[in-house]
C-alpha cells in the first residue's frame, strides 16, 4: 500500500548538508564513467501525485548533474502523428543513446494513469494489453542495455492540500497551482488507488518500483538521488529476464520443417500474358489502397532474400501501383552510429507509415538474424533473443492495425550466379555488383539455415512470412503482388 | 508561354536504343562520383499536370540509377505537426546529405500550385511571400551545395484528354485515372494558367526551371535525365547568387556601435528581494504561458555569450516556471556527420516547437559566426553569408508566429576567470570544467569582435537582441525573465 511508503522521514540541515556532495560527488563520477564506456543508457521515469514535488526533483537532478547530457521530456495527449503510431511510438523516439540519461515526466505511465483515473470504464482488456505493452517495453530496453528507473512520490491527503492551499494563499506563488493540480487533490482517494493498482500490476523485477516518500525535500531529493546513481552504476535494472522462446530442440525441428522452394510450380508466363496480369494485380491493389476504409491501416512490407533475388523489382512493381504520396521504400543497411547507440529496433520504429499509408523495408530488422548473426556481428544471445523481440515488435504493429507483410524471395545458388554474371557483363548493371555478394554466396548454407530458423520463429499468426521461389522473375512478381492483395483484402474485411 | 515548349519532338525506336545506354552509363558514373566526392547533395523537383508522364519518368530513373541512394518523396495535406511549424519545415526535414540525391513530386510547389489553382480569391501578399519563401529557401540550398533541379512536364489538352480516355477505356487501367486527374483535365486552362505564373515568378539563376515536352514517352525520359546528369555533375544549379547584405564599411560601422556591458547600472539585489522578485517574473511568464492564446504562438530563446556567463543558470530559471510538457532545453554542441552532410541550419529545423511550446537553445545557429568563425571551422564565405541566411530563417519562424528571444550573456574576463577558477576549486563542478574553456579564454577579443558584428548583423527588428550584463549572476537572471517576459507579452497583445 502506497500509504505505508510514507515514513515521514525528515533530515535535519546538518545531515543534508553532510550527504549532498558526497551524492553528488558519486553521480558525477558514475555519470562521467557511463559517458566514457558508453555501455548502458539510463531512463528515468518519474511518477508522483500533484504537490509530492515531482519537479523540484527534476530540477534539484539537473542542478546536481551535468545537464547537457540529460534531456528530460514531459507528454501532452498524443498529437495526430502520435495517434497514427502505435502508443508507445512516441517513447521510442526519444530512448536515449548509450551513455546518456533521459529522465521522463510520468512517461508510459501517464497514459495508462490518466485512463485508469478519469475513464472510469475502461474495458479490462484493454488495460491488461497496455501492461502487457508496457512489460515488453521494458524488457527488452533492459535486455538492450538501458536501466529503467521507474520512481513514485507519494505524500498523504492532508500534506498535499496543505501545500497546494498555501501556494494559493500568496499572490506570487498561486501560479503554481493549477487546474489539473486541483482536479486530483479533490479525488484523493481515486488516484491513490489507480497508482497503486498500477505500480502493482507493472512490477516486474528488471525494471522494479520505487516509492518515495515526498513529505522532506530534501530526503526525498536524496533518496532520488540515489535510485539514479544505482542506476547509472548498473546495480538496478540489469536483471534481464527475457521469456525462452522454444526450447533448441524444439527451435530445431520447426526450422527442419521450413521449406524455400525456389522454382515454382505450374507453366512459366509468357510475356504478354505476364504484362496483362500484372497490370490486373497492380489495378487490384491500387483500389485497395484507396478504399475508405484503409485509411483506418497502414502496410509495413519487408523484403528479405539472398542478393540478386529479386527483390528491388518485386518492390518496384508494387509501387508502380500506388499514389506516390502514399508509400515510401527504405533500403536498409549498416547501422549508423547514432542507431547503434540505441535498442536495436530503435532506427525501425521511426519508419513506421502514417494511416493509409505503405512503408517498404527492402532489408530489415530481420538483418539481426540473418547477416548479424552469419557475420558474427551481434554476439549470440542478442540474435538469439531478437527472434521473440521481433515477434513484439510485430504483434504491437499489427494490434495497431498496422498489416505486416513478409516476403522471403527464395532464389537458387544456380540461378544467383548466373544474375551475377549478368551484372558483370553489364556495364549498365555495375551499381548492383559488390565483392561482398561473392563473400556472402560462400555462405549459402549457413544463411539458408538462418533464414529456416528465422521463418520457424517468426512465422506467427498476425505476422506470418510469404516464402516465394524466386528463381523465374516474373512469376515471382506477380506472386508477391497476389500475396500482398490478399493481405491487405482480408484486413480491410 | 508553356505551350510553346510542346515541340512534339519525338524518338524512333532506334534512336532511343542508340541514346539510352550512354545516358544510363554517364549517370551511373555521375552518380558513383557525387557518392564518393560527397562535395554536393541533389534535390530534384518534379511537377506536371495529369498524364504527362511524371510518374512513368520517376520509375524510369529509379532503373537507370543505384536506386538504394535516391530517395523519392510526395508530400500529403500538412499535418497536424507539419501545420504547427513554419510553412517549409517539412521538406528542410528530407533534404539529402551530400553524395546523394532526392526527387520531391511537385515538392514546396505543390501547395503554391493548389492554392492558386483551387482558391482563386487568394491574397496576393500572401501568395508574395510564399514565392520569397521558395527563392530563399533555393538560394540558401544552392549556397549550401544542393543542386536544386525543378523540372515540369507538359502536354497539350487533346493529348491530356486522349491519355485518360484510353486509361479509362479499358476494365485494367482504369485505376490509373484518378478523381483529382479529371478535375485537373476539366480545368485545363486555369491549371495551366496557374502553372505558367508560378514558374515565371519561381525562376531564378541559381535554380532554373526547365520545361520538358511529355509527348514522347522515351524522348521526355531522356530530357529529365539529361537535366538530372547536369545537376549531379555540377553543371547546372550551382550559380549560388547571395544577396550581398551590408557593405563592410556599412557593417563595421554598425559593429562599432554595438555595447556588450558586463555591469548593469544601479544597486544590487539582496538575496531575500532576489527570491521575490524571481518568483513574480517566473509567475508572470507561468501565467502568460498558460493564457489561451498562447496556444497560437511558440517561443524560441537563444543563448549564447562566453563560457561561463551563466547562460545555463538562467535557462533553469526559465524552465523552473513552466510545465514540463510545455519546453524542451537543446544544447547545442559540434554537429554528427549527419548533420555536417547537410545544410547548415537542417538540425535547427528539427526542434523547432510546437504551438504553445518553448525550445530553448543553449548556444545555438549562431555558433557559425561564434566559435566557427574564430576557429576557423567554417570559411569565410560560408560564415558571412550565414548572417542573412539567419535573418532570413528567423523571418521565417516569426512569420509563423514564433517569438523568437535572443540572449547576449556578456560576462567580463576577470568575472569569468573568478568563475573558472571556482569551478576548479569545486569538485562539484568539475564537469563544468574544459581545457578548452581556457583556450577560448585567449581568443578573447577576438569572440567580442564577433559577438560585436553578430549583434550588429542580425539584430533584425523581427528578432532583436537582448544584451544582459551578466557580472552579476542575479540580477541577470532577473533581466532575462524580464525581457522573456515582455516579448511574450507584446506578441500576445
Not at 147 to 176: F, N
Not at 398 to 408: D, S
Request: proline share 6%; charged share 30%; hydrophobic share 40%.
Amino acid at each position: 500500500m502506497l500509504h505505508e511508503a510514507l515514513s515521514g522521514r525528515r533530515l535535519t540541515k546538518l545531515e543534508y548538508e553532510h550527504e549532498l556532495p558526497q551524492l553528488q560527488d558519486k553521480l558525477l563520477d558514475a555519470q562521467f564513467e557511463l559517458r566514457k564506456e558508453r555501455a548502458r543508457a539510463v531512463v528515468m521515469i518519474l511518477t508522483g501525485i500533484p504537490a509530492a514535488g515531482r519537479s523540484e526533483v527534476v530540477n534539484e537532478l539537473l542542478g546536481w548533474l551535468d545537464p547537457k547530457f540529460v534531456t528530460v521530456y514531459g507528454f501532452r495527449e498524443p498529437n495526430e502523428v502520435e495517434r497514427q503510431r502505435p502508443p508507445l511510438w512516441r517513447y521510442w523516439r526519444v530512448m536515449p543513446p548509450k551513455g546518456r540519461i533521459v529522465i521522463l515526466h510520468g512517461g508510459w505511465y501517464d497514459d495508462f494513469l490518466t485512463a485508469s483515473v478519469r475513464k472510469r470504464g475502461r474495458p479490462a482488456a484493454a488495460a491488461r494489453r497496455e501492461v502487457d505493452r508496457i512489460q515488453r517495453l521494458e524488457r527488452m530496453l533492459v535486455a538492450d542495455g538501458v536501466a529503467v528507473l521507474k520512481i513514485h512520490l507519494h505524500i498523504g491527503p492532508e500534506l498535499q492540500q496543505r501545500r497546494l492551499r498555501r501556494l494559493s494563499k500568496d499572490k506570487t506563488t498561486r501560479w503554481r497551482v493549477t487546474a489539473e493540480d486541483q482536479w486530483y487533490a479533490r479525488h484523493y482517494g481515486r488516484v491513490e488507488r489507480a497508482f497503486e493498482h498500477c505500480l502493482e500490476v507493472t512490477q516486474q523485477p528488471c525494471a522494479p518500483w520505487h516509492v518515495i516518500d515526498g513529505t522532506d525535500r530534501q530526503h526525498r531529493a536524496l533518496e532520488v538521488g540515489r535510485v539514479l546513481l544505482e542506476g547509472i552504476e548498473g546495480r538496478i535494472g540489469t536483471a534481464a529476464a527475457r521469456p525462452a522462446g522454444p526450447s533448441p530442440a524444439k527451435a530445431r525441428s520447426l526450422a527442419a520443417r521450413v521449406r524455400l522452394p525456389t522454382v515454382m510450380r505450374g507453366p512459366a508466363v509468357a510475356e504478354e500474358d505476364y504484362d496483362r496480369r500484372l497490370e490486373e494485380l497492380q489495378g487490384r491493389l491500387a483500389l485497395l489502397s484507396r478504399r475508405r476504409k484503409f485509411a483506418g491501416h497502414s502496410v509495413v512490407a519487408v523484403f528479405e532474400g539472398m542478393d540478386a533475388a529479386g527483390k528491388g523489382g518485386a518492390i518496384r512493381r508494387i509501387t508502380a501501383s500506388l499514389d506516390a504520396r502514399q508509400y515510401r521504400v527504405v533500403p536498409i543497411s549498416a547501422p549508423t552510429p547514432e542507431e547503434i547507440a540505441r535498442p536495436y529496433l530503435w532506427r525501425f520504429w521511426f519508419q513506421l507509415p502514417p494511416r493509409g499509408n505503405y512503408t517498404i523495408f527492402d532489408r530489415s530488422w530481420y538483418g539481426r538474424v540473418l547477416v548479424e548473426r552469419v557475420h558474427g556481428l551481434a554476439a549470440k544471445p542478442d540474435w538469439r533473443r531478437a527472434y521473440g523481440e521481433i515477434n513484439e515488435f510485430e504483434l504491437e504493429l499489427t494490434e495497431h492495425r498496422v498489416i505486416v507483410a513478409k516476403f522471403w524471395m527464395s532464389v537458387s545458388p544456380a540461378e544467383q550466379l548466373a544474375r551475377f554474371r549478368e551484372r558483370d557483363r553489364n556495364p549498365l548493371k555495375r551499381f548492383k555488383v559488390d565483392p561482398e555478394d561473392w563473400r556472402n554466396r560462400k555462405e549459402w548454407k549457413e544463411y539458408q539455415a538462418a533464414a529456416r530458423d528465422m521463418i520457424a520463429l517468426t512465422n506467427t499468426s498476425h505476422a506470418p512470412w510469404a516464402v516465394v521461389p524466386a528463381d523465374d522473375k516474373r512469376r515471382a512478381r506477380l506472386e508477391v503482388l497476389r500475396v500482398l492483395c490478399d493481405r491487405v483484402e482480408a484486413a480491410l474485411d
